[in-house]
């Protein structure tokens, strides 16, 4: 039966709408499986201190969840140690987003948030479409990701009793104070680095070349148009001026930083604020930064810092051997092929990058032995190495508190790995 012109068209039609609805379901389920917001769900995630209350949504592997959920309880503790009477203004930011790929981290930025070029590892964003604290676990060591993460909880923190009264290097000194391991604790001072000291004394004496006033008198925009960029000198001054204010001379000025903090939390403009604390005059200001200047030229390196300085630069010795194939067997073998090698990496901390070669004796002793911060050979901290059978192996060490190791955990791609340092208590 030969079918008319009309029912050829009627036919062919009926066959072509399965086939652009499955075609149409098959481009919404590669979009379903492209999509990192659509393959995780909010949730209370396993790990995570239920007082932090943040909600989350992480495809990051277990055990950065468990690094991520211990800074949220440190976080908790600190904003509880805030100065007495120190206001809420709000509830802060109480999402949390965590990735285990750049890629997804990225789009999800400029898809969901608007925040298209944030490429830092760990970004605070407030914005029309929403807000979060986004976190990327490819590609950044788990100490790092660490320090930022609570860097950025600091920043929230301020959201909730300051929102952004506080002036900007008093906001950033604070973040960098977290990122250092400090709290608001009477003894929670935050590590003093090489990195950091460096920056401040390029020629390795004296104090900053930048003035108090220039701080202090910074407004928000000029800040944020570069001058207290993550890394700068005005950036690391400003941690430096509030470990000052926090603890220098048995904390002198720590009631006095205190009532400021308590004052703009409660609406007092930050310039009042500083003035009725801590004075505004020619005379005032010179008087504290000649008692800043002084403290600051009298700091050196933490013993702790310079542990951490030598892990981490072990840490990326035997990532970069293991990226040329080459995995370490035994404590010698090691030391001798980063020697071969003149191993070379930088080290990081506030944002202040140190470089350092394998052949800076003053700074990274062979594998056992040990410069300690006043530059004594023999009496610092031990490190051994121990050979893994289904890992790069470990690093121990002794003779220094705390006690830390360096241990590793799969990579998110076969054959990579990824290292931390913890305490070994």
Same mark, same amino acid.
């Given at each position: 039966?030969?079918?008319?012109?009309?029912?050829?068209?009627?036919?062919?039609?009926?066959?072509?709408?399965?086939?652009?609805?499955?075609?149409?379901?098959?481009?919404?389920?590669?979009?379903?499986?492209?999509?990192?917001?659509?393959?995780?769900?909010?949730?209370?995630?396993?790990?995570?201190?239920?007082?932090?209350?943040?909600?989350?949504?992480?495809?990051?592997?277990?055990?950065?969840?468990?690094?991520?959920?211990?800074?949220?309880?440190?976080?908790?503790?600190?904003?509880?140690?805030?100065?007495?009477?120190?206001?809420?203004?709000?509830?802060?930011?109480?999402?949390?987003?965590?990735?285990g790929s750049q890629a997804d981290?990225?789009?999800?930025? %400029?898809?969901?948030?608007?925040?298209?070029?944030?490429? =830092?590892?760990? *970004?605070?964003?407030?914005? &029309?479409? +929403? $807000?979060?604290?986004?976190?990327?676990?490819?590609?950044?060591?788990?100490?790092?990701?660490?320090?930022?993460?609570?860097?950025?909880?600091?920043?929230?923190?301020?959201?909730?009793?300051?929102?952004?009264?506080?002036?900007?290097?008093?906001?950033?000194?604070?973040?960098?104070?977290?990122?250092?391991?400090?709290?608001?604790?009477?003894?929670?001072?935050?590590?003093?680095?090489?990195?950091?000291?460096?920056?401040?004394?390029?020629?390795?004496?004296?104090?900053?070349?930048?003035?108090?006033?220039?701080?202090?008198?910074?407004?928000?925009?000029?800040?944020?148009?570069?001058?207290?960029?993550?890394?700068?000198?005005?950036?690391?001054?400003?941690?430096?001026?509030?470990?000052?204010?926090?603890?220098?001379?048995?904390?002198?000025?720590?009631?006095?930083?205190? %009532?400021?903090?308590?004052?703009?939390?409660?609406?007092? =403009?930050?310039? *009042?604020?500083?003035?009725? &604390?801590? +004075? $505004?005059?020619?005379?005032?200001?010179?008087?504290?930064?000649?008692?800043?200047?002084?403290?600051?030229?009298?700091?050196?390196p933490d013993p702790q810092s310079?542990?951490?300085?030598?892990?981490?630069?072990?840490?990326?010795?035997?990532?970069?051997?293991?990226?040329?194939?080459?995995?370490?067997?035994?404590?010698?073998?090691?030391?001798?092929?980063?020697?071969?090698?003149?191993?070379?990496?930088?080290?990081?901390?506030?944002?202040?990058?140190?470089?350092?070669?394998?052949?800076?004796?003053?700074?990274?002793?062979?594998?056992?032995?040990?410069?300690?911060?006043?530059?004594?050979?023999?009496?610092?901290?031990?490190?051994?190495?121990?050979?893994?059978?289904?890992?790069?192996?470990?690093?121990?060490?002794?003779?220094?508190?705390?006690?830390?190791?360096?241990?590793?955990?799969?990579?998110?791609?076969?054959?990579?790995? =990824?290292?931390?340092?913890?305490?070994?208590?």
């Open positions: 039966m030969e079918r008319s012109v009309a029912d050829s068209v009627i036919w062919s039609v009926l066959l072509v709408i399965p086939l652009l609805a499955a075609g149409s379901a098959g481009q919404r389920g590669q979009d379903l499986k492209a999509s990192w917001w659509d393959r995780t769900a909010e949730s209370g995630k396993s790990g995570f201190p239920v007082s932090s209350g943040f909600t989350i949504r992480s495809d990051a592997p277990s055990e950065v969840v468990a690094i991520i959920g211990s800074q949220l309880a440190r976080a908790t503790v600190m904003r509880g140690a805030m100065p007495a009477g120190v206001v809420v203004r709000s509830s802060g930011i109480k999402s949390l987003h965590i990735f981290y990225l789009e999800t930025l %400029r898809t969901r948030f608007g925040a298209a070029g944030r490429s =830092a590892p760990v *970004v605070l964003i407030r914005s &029309s479409l +929403g $807000d979060t604290i986004a976190v990327c676990t490819e590609g950044i060591s788990d100490l790092e990701l660490s320090r930022r993460l609570a860097g950025e909880l600091m920043h929230n923190s301020i959201i909730i009793h300051f929102g952004t009264d506080l002036p900007p290097w008093v906001e950033t000194g604070l973040c960098l104070h977290a990122e250092g391991g400090g709290g608001f604790g009477a003894s929670e001072r935050a590590l003093v680095t090489s990195a950091a000291l460096g920056a401040l004394r390029p020629t390795g004496e004296g104090a900053p070349g930048i003035a108090l006033s220039s701080l202090v008198h910074c407004d928000r925009k000029r800040w944020s148009a570069g001058v207290g960029m993550r890394g700068s000198v005005s950036a690391i001054a400003a941690w430096s001026l509030v470990e000052f204010l926090m603890f220098a001379d048995g904390g002198r000025y720590r009631a006095l930083f205190d %009532r400021f903090l308590l004052e703009v939390s409660r609406g007092v =403009a930050g310039s *009042v604020a500083w003035s009725e &604390s801590f +004075g $505004d005059d020619e005379q005032s200001i010179s008087d504290m930064e000649v008692a800043w200047k002084k403290w600051l030229s009298g700091l050196t310079v542990t951490l300085d030598r892990m981490e630069f072990l840490a990326r010795g035997i990532d970069d051997l293991l990226r040329r194939g080459v995995q370490p067997t035994s404590f010698d073998g090691l030391w001798q092929r980063l020697v071969d090698d003149d191993t070379f990496c930088v080290v990081e901390c506030y944002g202040a990058k140190r470089p350092v070669r394998v052949s800076d004796g003053e700074n990274h002793a062979p594998l056992g032995e040990s410069e300690p911060a006043r530059g004594q050979r023999g009496t610092g901290p031990k490190f051994e190495f121990l050979a893994g059978r289904d890992s790069p192996g470990r690093i121990l060490t002794s003779g220094c508190s705390p006690e830390l190791q360096l241990l590793w955990r799969k990579g998110a791609e076969p054959g990579t790995w =990824a290292w931390r340092i913890e305490r070994r208590d």
